[in-house]
């Protein structure tokens, strides 16, 4: 019986270690530097432009789009932060609470 239980363990544990390096030899698939070299070569040149005009328009701009894709937004992935990113030309830096670049990632720009 004990040997059962043993075996059984043993089989699960080798089942979540391949589950999770299976996992992880496919998300690593999926990340490249080069995802958009084909479709928009320009691509790090247009970000790079914009950026820098976006921060010397308002100081802060750099700091809180970052926080916004990497902080805010994706805690609460919906549909509509995709359609407010389609317009992130008009987006302004959150000078308030915490809360309030989530609240605005749900209003298209």
């Known amino acids: ?12 544990l080798a089942a979540v270690v391949l589950a999770v390096l299976g996992g992880a030899a496919e998300a690593k698939a999926k990340l490249s530097p080069n ?6 070569p320009n691509l790090a040149t247009i970000v790079r432009q914009r950026m820098s005009a976006a921060i010397q328009q308002e100081k ?3 700091a809180s789009i970052l ?24 987006l302004r830096p959150a000078a308030g609470m915490p809360t309030e670049v989530r609240l605005n990632c749900r209003v298209p720009n």
């Open 1 to 12: 019986m004990a040997a059962l239980a043993r075996s059984s363990t043993l089989i699960a």
């Open 35 to 40: 995802f958009y070299s084909r479709s928009c």
């Open 60 to 62: 802060r701009m750099g």
């Open 67 to 90: 926080r916004l894709f990497f902080h805010d937004c994706f805690v609460n992935f919906n549909a509509d932060f995709v359609t407010a990113m389609i317009k992130m030309g008009n």
